[in-house]
């Protein structure tokens, strides 16, 4: 079977990581954390999820003056061709992180939010998918021209009916869920350690559990499970074992530490999910 061919139109960040024994409550200051400088952004995450699975990716998106993820996407054989570069500062993303795998996470979206519709230009592809950190008329015009539209809903944003209404496929968690004006026709929801739910109009449909790992770092758990969704289901797998799939994926990004660097490849992905 071909490769499946994905689009993906998102966010670009460059990621400030500190790991710190527990996260600090507010107004508090906590010394002796490990700083990190490390390629993310949900959809550039997204974008090396999905290649190392095996599809073949395209990334548009909108980056500044700091290399640093364009170069990690050109590394796993991405086509970036349809990333924009200006003189100005990309996105980044401030994280804590602490021993128990927690993190709370701030972006400043930078390049990001500098992404326009006339900077589109989507390619031969089988599915377009998107996330909420570029804006929204981007969002909107990716979704027009997309064979199979893939939302992963987050953050949590209000978003126009008429964008879930378009959309074949919605991946979100429980709050992302609850921010959706109306039910999608197809929705995996996350549940974190207690895997995801397969949801057509509402109704479950399948549902699987990830395997058990030690959590230190959750940060792109997700983008893991919604390219492994993603990618599970062009290729023709039924929504229960693309589902399971999925899980595996972001349990073994969440098992290691960083956003890109964590990201399984599909010899990893077939060693856990064989009996």
């Known amino acids: 079977m071909s490769a499946p061919r994905i689009t993906v139109v998102g966010s670009a960040n460059v990621d400030l990581v500190a790991r710190c024994s527990r996260l600090p409550a507010p107004g508090e200051t906590i010394g002796g954390a490990a700083f990190s400088r490390i390629p993310g952004g949900k959809g550039a995450n997204q974008a090396v999820a999905a290649a190392r699975l095996g599809a073949a990716v395209r990334f548009v998106g909108r980056v ?113 869920l609850d921010a959706l004006p109306e039910e999608p026709k197809l929705a995996a929801l996350t549940l974190g350690a207690e895997g995801a739910v397969l949801l057509e109009r509402g109704s479950e449909v399948a549902r699987a559990s990830p395997p058990k790992v030690d959590a230190v770092d959750g940060t792109a758990a997700g983008d893991a499970f919604c390219a492994a969704l993603l990618v599970s289901l062009l290729r023709g797998e039924d929504r229960e074992d693309a589902l399971r799939r999925a899980c595996v994926a972001g349990a073994l990004t969440a098992s290691r530490h960083g956003a890109q660097p964590s990201l399984p490849t599909a010899a990893e992905l077939e060693k856990l999910l064989r009996p």
């Open 64 to 176: 500044g003056t700091d290399d640093l993820v364009l170069r990690s996407l050109a590394a796993e054989g991405i086509d970036v061709s349809g990333v924009h570069v200006d003189d100005r500062e990309s996105g980044v993303a401030l994280i804590l992180v602490d021993d128990e795998g927690e993190n709370v996470i701030v972006v400043a979206p930078g390049a990001n939010g500098r992404l326009a519709p006339s900077d589109l230009r989507i390619g031969d592809a089988d599915a377009v998918l998107c996330q909420l950190e570029i804006p929204l008329d981007v969002v909107a015009a990716a979704a027009e021209q997309a064979p199979f539209f893939c939302l992963n809903a987050a953050p949590a944003l209000p978003v126009p009916v008429e964008l879930i209404r378009r959309a074949d496929l919605v991946v979100v968690n429980r709050f992302e």
